[in-house]
């Protein structure tokens, strides 16, 4: 054989081992890293059920699928899940036979419940109840309703849970405006208006009769219900009688409060409206219709009032004064 074949054929051959022992070494240590990742994940897994049974757990009764406020609460609805004792929610159940206590008069949902969460005591109501308004206002609040329209009640995106500030426009009283805008007992009146936040951060109950807030689109309402304390429904209560109400919807999570200052209408534009000059009328002076005359008695000159078209009588009387006495008392 030639020298060179000889040379290309043991080169081929060194490469060839070469080759075979590079891949040898490559799957071995892939072989041995996958084994590693298997190893270390079943010991993790061997650590966490090992903490699992450590960790002393409870069960706990959760709602299996959506529930709104009306639903009456079933067996079927609800799942028992195991909580870390430390983690259990207060007013939670931990048994079917303390959620179910009276089999043939299940209570009701009263609040929206998502799947997953746990089923608390003032979400439902007792046994045989129902889900009223009344199960579902706080401590030492009331329920108001005023009515809205499609401006008012914010184009129907308010939905029950909101929360909303209420604001009063109401006519102050009118004012009589005399010349150069000073209040005069004879000027014209001139109504005015102003706006003020009369409520601020509170709660909305429901939407005409419903108080479910799963509605997924804005629907217009006639009527909102709120939740407020006694003052509140005093302060609402008179100003349905003496303006309208408009509600502003808060971004959800805010409840923080501000003092703001009444808007009159002058506020608008940051100027001040000048009140309307009243017209004057000039009143008639009232004729007089009496007049004075002198009239001379028994030599004594008298100062007399007498009506115009009597004073004319009179002086042509003293001119024919048998006596003969002039205006002054004297003789002719």
Do not use: C, H, W
């Not at 590693?36 to 069960?59: F, G, I, N, S, Y």
């Not at 004075?292 to 002086?315: F, H, I, M, N, S």
């Amino acid at each position: 054989m030639r020298k060179g074949t000889i040379i290309t054929l043991g080169a081929s051959a060194a490469f060839g081992v070469l080759a075979i022992v590079l891949a040898r070494g490559f799957i071995n240590t892939a072989v041995n890293t996958q084994y590693e990742q298997v190893r270390d994940e079943k010991a993790r897994k061997v650590a966490k059920t090992a903490t699992l049974v450590k960790m002393k757990t409870v069960p706990v009764m959760v709602a299996d699928m959506r529930l709104m406020p009306g639903e009456p609460l079933t067996e079927q609805s609800v799942n028992i899940v195991e909580f870390p004792e430390n983690s259990v929610p207060e007013g939670s159940y931990t048994s079917y036979e303390m959620l179910f206590l009276e089999p043939n008069n299940p209570s009701v949902v009263l609040t929206q419940m998502a799947q997953g969460e746990p089923v608390l005591a003032f979400k439902i109501s007792a046994p045989g109840g129902r889900a009223s308004l009344s199960a579902q206002l706080g401590d030492n609040m009331r329920a108001v309703s005023i009515r809205v329209n499609d401006v008012s009640g914010v184009a129907g995106f308010v939905s029950p849970e909101d929360t909303v500030d209420v604001i009063l426009t109401r006519e102050i009283e009118a004012t009589k405006i005399g010349r150069y805008g000073k209040n005069v007992k004879g000027g014209d009146r001139k109504a005015s208006f102003i706006a003020e936040i009369l409520l601020q951060n509170i709660k909305v109950l429901g939407t005409d009769q419903t108080t479910n807030m799963g509605s997924d689109g804005p629907k217009l309402a006639k009527t909102i219900t709120l939740e407020v304390n006694a003052m509140q429904a005093q302060k609402l209560a008179l100003a349905k009688s003496v303006g309208t109400l408009t509600l502003a919807l808060r971004a959800v999570g805010t409840s923080e409060t501000f003092t703001a200052s009444a808007l009159r209408v002058g506020d608008l534009t940051g100027k001040k409206t000048r009140p309307r000059r009243s017209v004057r009328t000039k009143k008639a002076r009232p004729v007089n219709q009496t007049a004075q005359v002198v009239v001379v008695r028994d030599g004594q000159p008298r100062l007399v009032k007498v009506y115009r078209d009597e004073a004319k009588k009179q002086d042509m009387a003293s001119l024919q004064n048998p006596a003969g006495q002039n205006l002054a008392g004297g003789t002719q």
